[in-house]
């Protein structure tokens, strides 16, 4: 296991946020994905768990952190965010009903999948990408708007931000002013519409983050902080309502995307 972790502390990133929250970066994988990891009292519970090419990912991280891990809270339901999942370490998995029937079978073929994933991607040691398959995951249970969640006293608003996927969720923690966002908002270039939902779902979702005191976005690509300084979600929407307003505005789903 010792040398599991050392591949383990070269292959991802950990970034400390604060003594509590720690951010996981998968960025040798072309898309950049990241995770989160909360602690309190010797227990851990993650924010999305990415794609699962590196063996025994939890349990890494139990053994990096002297922590164990049970719980998991799914910002969507894109593999990249849930194939980490190990059901033998894990007892409780939280998803928005709108994204849970893809931990069941997901709606990607695994050809497809492999392809994407391979795109300027390295790959861990003895790591098989012909062999790579999206979970399939039926224990789960489901979160919706306004759910209050509480991990060893530290409490979690589940908010509803459909556009990215049908079900997609952000966390906020009113403790620290973080917001999670997975894959709804972060610095690059994000669809705006999944199957299922539409860029007017993700407009209405901007809309109701706007009124939240947050001091950091917590995000599922690329740097994983975003400063509260650093967007403007007024501006957001301005450019969003330009792209609805836009006459080009006849794609199908994942066609449409934003540059932040």
Known sequence: MDELIKDFLAYFKIKRINNNIFAISEDKIGYKANCFLIIKNNKGLMIDCLSGVFPNFIKCLENIFKIRISTILLTH????????????????????KEDAKRLKK????????????????????????????????????????NDDFVFEELKI?????PGHSPGSLCFYMPDFKYLF??????????????????????????????????????????YPIIEKNEISLENLIKNVVNIIKSPENNKNFGEISLKI
């Open 77 to 96: 339901a894109h593999y990249d965010h849930f194939n980490g999942y190990d059901g033998r370490i894990i007892n409780e998995l939280f998803v928005g």
């Open 157 to 161: 608003k589940v908010i509803e931000t």
């Open 181 to 222: 966002t997975g894959d709804f908002l972060y610095l690059g270039e994000i669809d705006l519409a999944d199957e299922g939902t539409s860029i007017n779902d993700y407009l209405n979702s901007l809309i109701k983050l706007k009124g939240l005191s947050v001091e950091k976005y917590l995000v599922g690509h690329n």
């Open 106 to 145: 997901y709606y990607l073929s695994d050809a497809y999948v492999r392809q994407e994933i391979s795109i300027n991607s390295v790959f861990p040691v003895n790591f098989d990408v012909k062999k790579y398959k999206v979970k399939k995951i039926k224990k789960y249970k489901l979160l919706s708007e």
